[in-house]
């Protein structure tokens, strides 16, 4: 693998999860093809699973990791061409070279503005960002995508199936603030690169985009698409065909009743979540909530994918 921006590329995610799990079952401590390398990580937004997971992950394959956030670098230009004489003191074209320079690795968050769909989908930070740099970069978590939370929560389905085609249903839930669909289009995205068929269930006005909704179904009604599933996949995503638009649907909380109806079905949720706004209690400290194997799995999917780049 030479960058991870997204799963485009991927010819059989599978692998990509199995070796991951496989990194798990041997606690992670593998051979150590990262001696000596240099991973940046870059953050423009906040981050704890993360930051975490992708610093033990270098650790374990030998790297040293650093972290950078946005009051540890200058203010940055974005436009090819601009006359600097405002507030901007670097242009991205040099941070990408300072970067390229210093790193073996660059891994980037830098989520979207949700303002203008081309932009946050094809012309986001990452994308520019990789025009200039000269070393791999990996995703984690763009504008419109969140790979490697896709491979961790893929890595969590294969280790947790009782069955070989178990029904997986992606549903929205309620939020105060305004978020991207990021989350969601990779579940979507890695699911189905990875086989399984996918209910994808939402309220009217908020389904993905064609791309990332692939061929999933799609289902406006909790109690009929969470009939005999097996995992329950629960993020909240703003609107992609209104774009950026919100909705405040209390009704849409995932509950107890509701987790009833499954198939004894598994809550996941990519973190962080808002306890009683999102999911009641009951769900996520419940003995079929797999959040915290959800977390484990994030070091693994990073590590998987650090260790293929290194290895390429
Ligand atoms: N799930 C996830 O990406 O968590 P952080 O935003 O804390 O990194």
């Known amino acids: ?13 599978r692998a990509l999860a199995q070796a991951g ?22 953050f423009l937004n906040p981050s704890l699973r993360t930051r975490l997971s992708t610093e033990i992950a270098a650790t374990n394959l030998g790297m040293h990791c650093i972290n950078l956030s946005t009051d540890s670098a200058w203010k940055l230009e974005m436009k090819p061409g601009a006359k600097m004489d405002g507030g901007t003191a670097e242009h991205i074209q040099e941070q990408a ?3 390229s320079q210093y790193s073996d690795i660059i891994a980037i968050r830098a989520f979207p503005e949700l303002k203008d769909p081309n932009q946050d989908y094809t012309n986001d930070f990452i994308s520019q960002f990789a025009k200039y740099a000269s070393k791999p970069i990996v995703n984690l978590e763009s504008g419109s995508l969140h ?3 896709g491979l961790a929560d893929l890595m969590t389905i294969l280790e947790k199936k009782q069955q ?3 029904k997986i249903v992606l549903s929205w839930a309620p939020h105060p603030r305004q978020l991207p669909q990021s989350v969601a289009n990779s579940f979507s995205q890695t699911i189905q690169k990875a086989g399984f068929d996918l209910t994808i269930c939402c ?4 389904e993905l985009s064609e791309k990332y909704n692939g061929n999933a179904k799609v289902s406006h009604s909790q109690e009929e698409a969470f009939q005999n599933a097996d995992f329950i996949y629960v993020k909240n995503w703003s609107s ?4 950026g638009a919100t909705l405040q649907e209390e009704s849409w909380m995932i509950t107890k ?10 809550f996941m949720h990519c973190l962080p979540v808002r306890r009683n706004v999102v999911v009641e209690d009951a769900v996520i400290d419940s003995p079929n909530s797999i959040i915290d194997v959800q977390v484990q799995n994030r070091v693994f999917a990073a590590q998987s994918v650090l260790k293929s780049i290194l290895e390429h």
């Open 1 to 13: 693998m030479n960058s991870f921006l997204n799963l485009e590329n991927i010819e059989d995610i």
């Open 21 to 42: 799990l496989d990194l798990k079952n041997n606690s992670g401590l593998a051979n150590k093809p990262g001696l000596g390398k240099v991973l940046t990580c870059l």
């Open 97 to 99: 070279m300072v970067l």
């Open 147 to 149: 790979p490697l939370q």
């Open 164 to 166: 070989e085609k178990p």
């Open 203 to 206: 309220p009217e006005g908020m």
């Open 240 to 243: 992609y065909h209104n774009y």
């Open 257 to 266: 009743d509701k987790m009833d109806l499954t198939n004894n079905g598994k």
